[in-house]
């Protein structure tokens, strides 16, 4: 499995645990990712300042080579350069920990990269990985995208329930 197809099934596996708040002092809404026969993938933004959007169109455990996403946010830093962190938890335990680079300075692989602060990011397409099946259990997802200079971009808590 590719890094970005690794993070984007984690950021599908999305988790109301965490501690972020709104503007007013109140937590973020829980939104569902996606909903299904055998899985349930919720999520919750834990940036204080942010929510965004973000929505799987194919919701099974047999996770698909071409997933169809969308994703949605209005930008509080510029992301000359992206990145993604991951932590993905199986029971309080570390199952799988990296750093993904989404834009790069020379390596530009989508079309949001280079926006700046204020700007629209929609993205709504494919995301390329390998084809698994998601074993049943509960899992947690901390998601962390920041920019070149280390400033959040989005934030998130998932929880991902396979049954």
Known sequence: MNGLAAALLVWTLISPSGGGHGGRGDMWPTHVACRNEGLEVFYQSCDPLQDFGFSVDQCSRKLQPH???????????????????????????????????ICED??????????????????????????????????????KLYNENHSTVACANVTVIAS
């Open 106 to 143: 020379d390596l530009p692989k989508f079309s949001f990269c280079g926006r700046r602060k204020g700007e629209q990011v929609y993205y709504a397409g494919p995301v390329d990985n390998s084809s698994f099946d998601v074993p049943e259990g509960e899992y947690q997802v901390l998601l």
């Open 67 to 101: 997933l169809s996403i969308r994703f949605g946010i209005i930008l509080r830093e510029d992301i000359r350069e992206l990145f993604l962190d991951v932590l993905l938890l199986s029971k309080g335990a570390s199952v799988l920990n990296f750093s993904y680079p």
